[in-house]
């Protein structure tokens, strides 16, 4: 009777080349055992740092630990994977330990401030591209500057609008307002726009190189109550300032009153309260009704 040799038997324990079985088998359904990820997600949950560190919004801006979490995004397609979720974690208490170590905690008070120009559409409508683009490069050319050299961050561009955070309210205010001094002087074709702003202190939710949340919708809200130009405070902020410092600053201070029958602002307080702060610079045109109220 012939008798195969011992070591010519496949053994369906140990064989790798056999659908689902060996060690190659059984990394692949540990690894997306909808069990061990739910466990590792929960992990995350404990860990210091953003448990969804990874997503595209927390893992925009700059850093180390972003960079590595975007190529980590880009290399590990699998989504649905515990090794995805386990890399994801190391980056997420990475980041973590970097700002807790640059003093940078999650969620700290900031100034905001939102600016813009006033009557831009209709302009840029008229003028026609080239002078529209040129204006805006003008504009961010003098805007930028005070801005960025008193320690604010432009967290973004919106066209003829910018975006930026603050640690200081006070260095805010300055900043702002050196900055609305700066565009008087562009002039593209005979035209100089007015810049309007708006500036609030509050906790807006960092999310990567991003700020989030009810604050930014009051900065927001803020700046659109200057229609006709000019700069606008929040209480908030005009509470951190103090009185000395205010006179520093060259300004009267005008209480910005409710308009009974206007329509209710959404996504800000029912008691938003803003203040006009005006300086010899500005023009009787940015006067757009201080008797007035509005309603928030």
Request: hydrophobic residues 40%.
């Amino acid at each position: 009777m012939d008798v195969e040799p011992f070591d010519d038997q496949p053994d369906p324990l140990v064989d790798v080349n056999q659908p689902g079985r060996g060690p190659a088998a059984w990394w692949h359904n540990t690894n997306h055992n909808p069990g061990v990820i739910a466990l590792v997600r929960r992990a995350r949950r404990i860990l210091p740092g953003d448990p969804d560190f990874g997503d595209p919004l927390s893992a925009d801006g700059a850093g180390g630990a972003r960079a590595a979490a975007r190529a980590a995004d880009r290399l590990l397609r699998d989504r649905e994977a515990a090794s995805r979720e386990v890399s994801l974690a190391t980056l997420q208490v990475w980041q973590a330990l970097t700002e807790r170590v640059s003093g940078r905690p999650r969620d700290r008070e900031v100034t905001l401030v939102f600016t813009d120009l006033v009557g831009f559409s209709s302009w840029s409508l008229a003028a026609g591209d080239d002078a529209t683009l040129r204006l805006l490069r003008r504009v961010a050319q003098v805007v930028e500057p005070p801005l960025l050299d008193a320690g604010g961050h432009i967290v973004k561009r919106m066209g003829d609008g910018i975006m930026a955070v603050f640690a200081d309210p006070l260095t805010a205010v300055r900043a702002t307002m050196a900055a609305r001094d700066a565009v008087r002087t562009v002039d593209i074709d005979g035209y100089t726009p007015r810049m309007r702003a708006g500036v609030h202190t509050g906790r807006p939710q960092r999310i990567g190189a991003d700020w989030l949340g009810v604050d930014v919708n009051i900065t927001a809200r803020v700046m659109d109550r200057a229609t006709r130009g000019g700069l606008i405070v929040s209480e908030k902020t005009l509470e951190l300032i103090e009185p000395d410092e205010l006179e520093s600053l060259g300004v009267t201070i005008k209480r910005i009153r409710r308009q009974v029958f206007a329509p209710r602002a959404t996504g800000v307080p029912t008691d938003l309260v803003m203040y006009r702060f005006k300086t010899r610079r500005d023009l009787p045109v940015e006067d757009d009704g201080d008797d007035l109220e509005f309603q928030a």
